[in-house]
Every structure is written in structure tokens, then in C-alpha cells.
């Protein structure tokens, strides 16, 4: 019997191939059946030939292998091989609501299989996929699009070791590292989001009052020097070389090195700033000048941006900067997913059409065991806590040795590596990568980064343009539409489909994982209450103490 068409009408739309990728070994298909009554499918090449289950009794031992990775919450499983989809077909049982996913490879097999088996049970559950033939970096935007980390509560990964060792092992395996690594940024981010989600929130809505006038920048030279505060700064070498090309480049100071440029006379042409907390003030200490270009993330300390006034916003992709950006037009948007601000500053420069970027002061590690440039601010907070018992290199050290290090000897100095450091390099090397800067990092003892400029074309210059709106106006509507959610939620006329492509939801994604990580105990929809809530009612105190002073 034919099921084929039976078995794609059950997977209606939820079927996809990859024609960037195609595997057409010959592998046959037979059926065998077991003891207990179940067609098992058996794959053979030229080779070798394997069964893919038990011939005793294959529901059995699916059972056994999926109750490791059951429990009582949803969550989200990709699956390694179709096989015949008896594990599968428990885990469904067990976790109806979960999402599913099918990885395989070879259309010919697939279809081979969906011939000889009937799978229209498993196919027609509502949440799963199949994907045949996907190119393995496929996934980490299929992984991100479908897995919501305040429905889902895990994500595992269940290979059918029959099948992936039989054949094409390194291509699931391949699909195995993406989809971890993606599943492990999720949730570095969703980490980040839960400590910062709610200061995120104050900041934008207080920043927002400042963009009252129309502003234009251009980059006024093509040739730019990036500085980050690595201990590689503090060269004779780096600070002469900086000196001397300040008439010929433009130079972009992260904020973390503003206090070492100007302890040595070198007044920078303009200064990024991204982090939200108050420590980032801290860097300010020293008097900047009105000639110096300020670019701060929107979600920066609004003490901050009150304190200068040649300053331009830009949004992170944090979720409501986007949709207050796509309203509005009022400030561009910047990738500072990177992690840190030297990978923002590059992001910016990038942005503005540079030819060429030096960057100094980025070494991703600590040569020599130093953490920072002397004259960043750490100095002198370190200092004005020394005592004889908790001497200044004592303090540093609490630094160095708070996460795992590796040491990598460098001839005769050497340097310290940790994860997140290299993850930071890792990202920005990536980045870069697509740039039309032309990079150079000069780091002596530091973590390389390697570049392969792809695009030889001449980077054109773009206008960084900051708008003015109505600020009164446009939060207002932004009220009115978080209302309108509250009152869809209260009516129960959104599930959880509705809700993921709700552009007003998504804005509201940081808070709730700051509320969830405070309220563990709360279900999803008490959460989501609370963070409407909350963000009208911080929005309509900004508003009254804005008219108040008007």
C-alpha cells in the first residue's frame, strides 16, 4: 500500500526540503515486521544494512528511550532520523503540547519511507515539522523562530542512533552543534534579558522625552580608530601611534577607554556607550568636551544622556526599540548582539560608511594577566577601596579567577583566556566578516582576530539621521495598544500563536523574563499582566512629570 499522499496531506504545510542541499545516495527501503506486529524499516546501501528498531517489540523500546527526556512541561524536540516514529510517537503521547521536529537527509529515502509506512498519526499533530535536506546552518533561525523560551520549557535533541550511524552521520551531527549552540545563546540572552529586562524599560521610556529636534551626522573622515580599554592600550607603542594619526582618522572611543585617552591628553572625536547601568556613568567622571559626539544605545542611564547635549541615540534590537524605531523613524537601529561595546563600535562605523578601522585595545583576553588599561574607571574604584589586607592586585584577581581561565604561554609572556571572552571574539570576528570596512586590530599579546574581506567595493558613506517626534503622542497610542492586548488576554481571545506575531507582545519579551526570573511561581499569563501593567503605568508617570515641567 501507498501511503504517500496520505502522510503529506496529515504534514499539510509543515514540510519542507532544501533545495541549497540535496543528498541522493541510493539507500533502500524494506519492511520487516516485528513480533509484536509492527512494520520496521530496514536501510541498506551497497555497504551495509541496519534495522532502525527492535524486531522484538519496537513501542517498547521507544518508550524506554523517551522516558529520559520526558517530564510534565512542554517544551521542544528535535528529533535525528525519522525511522518509523515510534519515539516519536511517545513523546507526543506523553507531552501533547510540545513542538516537534524531524531532521532527516536523502528526499529519496524520505519518500521511500512515507511510501511504506503510515505516519499520518504522528504527521498531523499541529506543532511538528519535518525538514529533509536542510543545509545544517539552517536551523539556528528555524530553532529561534519556533522555540519560545516562556512556553518551552527545555529543548532536547533525541538521535536514532540506528540511522545516523548508518549514514550521513556528519551531517546530523552537524545539525546537532547548531542547534546547542543556538539553544545555549537563547538562553545567554533570555539571561540577560531577565537582569536587565525591567532598567531596559525605565531607560527607553525616560529617553525618549529627549528626542525633541532633528539631528544629522556624517562621518566626517573615512579612516577611523576604534579604542577599547585591553591592557594592550597602555603601549608606548598604541599611545604614540593613536597620536599620530588623530589629523588623518577619526577617532571612536568606547566608553569603557575614555578615562585612559584623555589621562594622556588624546581627546576623542566621538564616544559609544550601550550598557544600561548606573556603573556606566562612571566613565564619564572626566569633563568631555562639547566637540566630542556622544552615541549612546536609547536603554542607556537617562543621567547620562541629560548630562551632554551633542549626543545621538541609536536602538538596540532590543524588541520595543525596534517598534518604537518602525513607528517613528526616529533613531536607526545597531546589532549589538556582540555582546560588548567594541563590537558595537564596529557595528557603528560600519554603519556610517568607514573605509578603514583600526582598532587598539581589543585583546579578548588578558595578556600578561592584566584586565584592563590603567585610567579605566575600575582603577580608580579599586584603589579608593585598597587596604593593607586587600591590596589593589588582590581586588583584580577576584576578577580574573570568578569564571574558569586557561593560560596560553606566548613565548616569554603569556595571556588568559575565558569562555566569555572568546565568545565575545568569536561573534565579532563573524560580524566583521560581512563588513566593507577594511579592519585591522593591533593587539600584540591578545586573542588574534582573523579577517577575510569577502567585498572589495568601496564602502559608501551613510547619514546617521535622529529625529524629533511627539513623544506624548506616540506613547500614548503605545498605551492604547497594550490595553488592547490586556483586554484580548482578559477575554482569552489570544493563545500563544497569536500572541508570538503580536508585534506589541514581542515588546514586552525582556520584562517577562525579568518577571519570571522574580515571580517563578506565576503562571505565563498572570506574568504577562503584570509587565502590561507595570509598563503603562511607567509610561504614565513619565507622562505626567513631563507635563508637569512643561
Not at 531596559?200 to 579612516?223: C, E, Y
Not at 571574539?425 to 579592519?439: A, E, F, G, V
Not at 520584562?511 to 503562571?523: E, G, I, M, T
Request: aromatic share 14%; hydrophobic share 40%.
Amino acid at each position: 500500500m501507498d501511503f504517500v499522499n496520505k502522510n503529506l496531506k496529515a504534514l499539510e504545510n509543515r514540510f519542507f526540503t532544501e533545495t541549497l542541499y540535496k543528498n541522493t545516495t541510493d539507500v533502500f527501503v524494506e519492511i520487516k515486521t516485528s513480533r509484536s506486529g509492527y512494520p520496521i524499516p530496514v536501510l541498506s546501501n551497497h555497504n551495509h544494512s541496519v534495522t532502525l528498531h527492535s524486531v522484538y517489540d519496537p513501542v517498547l523500546e521507544a518508550q524506554r528511550l523517551t522516558n529520559e527526556y520526558t517530564n510534565s512541561a512542554r517544551g521542544l524536540y528535535v528529533f535525528l532520523g525519522l525511522g518509523g516514529g515510534y519515539h516519536i510517537q511517545e513523546i507526543i503521547k506523553k507531552n501533547p503540547e510540545s513542538k516537534i521536529i524531524i531532521i532527516e537527509t536523502n528526499l529519496n529515502l524520505f519518500f521511500n519511507l512515507i511510501k511504506l509506512i503510515d505516519y499520518s498519526e504522528i504527521f498531523s499533530h499541529e506543532n511538528l515539522f519535518v525538514y529533509v535536506d536542510y543545509n545544517p546552518e539552517a536551523f539556528e533561525e528555524i530553532i529561534k523562530q519556533i522555540f519560545n523560551y516562556f512556553f518551552d520549557t527545555h529543548c532536547y535533541t533525541i538521535p536514532l542512533r540506528s540511522r545516523i550511524n548508518f549514514d550521513n552521520y556528519e551531517y546530523f551531527s552537524a545539525c546537532s552543534t547548531i542547534i546547542d549552540s543556538t539553544i545555549q545563546n537563547i538562553a545567554s540572552d533570555i539571561a540577560i534579558q531577565a537582569q536587565f529586562g525591567y532598567q531596559w524599560l525605565k531607560n527607553i521610556i525616560k529617553n525618549f522625552n529627549l528626542l525633541k529636534h532633528n539631528k544629522i551626522f556624517k562621518l566626517p573622515k573615512a579612516h577611523v580608530i576604534i579604542t577599547g580599554a585591553g591592557p594592550s592600550l597602555e603601549s608606548y607603542k598604541t599611545i604614540n601611534a593613536i597620536k599620530n594619526q588623530l589629523h588623518t582618522h577619526w577617532l571612536l572611543a568606547t566608553d569603557t577607554s575614555v578615562g585612559f585617552l584623555l589621562a594622556h591628553n588624546i581627546v576623542p572625536d566621538a564616544i559609544i556607550s550601550i550598557d544600561c547601568q548606573i556603573y556606566s556613568t562612571f566613565h564619564f567622571k572626566h569633563r568631555i568636551q562639547d566637540t566630542t559626539t556622544l552615541f549612546l544605545d536609547i536603554a542607556s542611564p537617562s543621567s547620562l544622556a541629560r548630562k551632554y547635549s551633542n549626543i545621538f541615540f541609536f536602538g538596540s534590537y532590543h524588541p520595543l526599540c525596534v517598534y518604537l524605531s518602525q513607528k517613528t523613524n526616529a533613531f536607526p537601529l545597531l546589532d549589538c548582539s556582540g555582546g560588548n561595546v567594541v563590537s558595537a563600535a564596529c557595528e557603528l562605523v560600519s554603519m556610517l560608511g568607514a573605509q578603514t578601522v583600526t582598532v587598539y585595545g581589543a585583546d579578548f583576553s588578558y595578556p600578561g594577566g592584566s584586565l584592563y588599561a590603567r585610567g579605566t574607571y575600575l582603577y580608580d574604584l579599586f584603589q579608593s577601596q585598597e587596604t593593607r589586607i586587600m591590596p589593589l592586585t588582590t581586588l583584580f584577581m577576584k576578577i580574573l579567577f570568578r569564571t574558569a581561565i586557561r593560560r596560553i604561554n606566548l613565548g616569554t609572556t603569556f595571556r588568559y583566556e575565558n569562555e566569555l571572552l572568546t565568545s565575545y571574539h568569536d561573534m565579532l570576528q563573524k560580524k566583521i566578516q560581512n563588513h566593507r570596512c577594511k579592519y585591522q586590530f593591533i593587539s600584540e599579546y591578545g586573542l588574534p582576530i582573523i579577517i577575510n574581506h569577502k567585498d572589495t567595493t568601496t564602502n559608501e558613506q551613510e547619514i546617521f539621521i535622529q529625529k524629533g517626534i511627539d513623544v506624548n503622542l506616540l506613547l500614548s497610542e503605545y498605551i492604547d495598544k497594550l490595553k488592547q492586548l490586556q483586554d484580548n488576554i482578559g477575554q482569552k481571545k489570544y493563545k500563544e500563536s497569536n500572541l508570538q506575531f503580536d508585534p506589541v507582545f514581542n515588546t514586552l519579551l525582556p520584562l517577562l523574563a525579568f518577571l519570571k526570573k522574580h515571580s517563578r511561581d506565576r503562571d505565563f499569563f498572570s506574568l504577562l499582566q503584570n509587565a502590561i501593567e507595570l509598563t503603562i503605568q511607567k509610561i504614565e508617570t513619565q507622562l505626567y512629570n513631563t507635563n508637569q515641567y512643561m
